[in-house]
């Protein structure tokens, strides 16, 4: 789902959601996973604040819709941030 079909009334979603597709974009143009890397974690750094919102509401369609999105979004990279997460153990064994 693009963000542009979303039909959120929210300004946190949206607020992130102009973050998101902008790494979104410029990952689609990279083509070394270290550069992936970096705007996955753009990208799951906007998600991680979009799933611990302190307005959260499990009665709001507009909630619900976010979070589903939210964790498609981590499905999608969640891979990069795992090799991001690799190398940082690989750098504290080799000190």
Known sequence: MRLEDCNINCNIFWDA???IKRADSRMKE???TKEKQYYAQDILGEVETL????YYNSQST???SCYAIS???????AQYASLVKNKR???VINK
């Open 17 to 19: 959601g102009v973050v």
């Open 30 to 32: 990279v083509r070394s």
């Open 51 to 54: 799933l611990s919102c302190s």
């Open 62 to 64: 507009d909630c619900l």
């Open 71 to 77: 964790c498609r979004y981590i499905q999608k990279y």
């Open 89 to 91: 153990k690989e750098n």
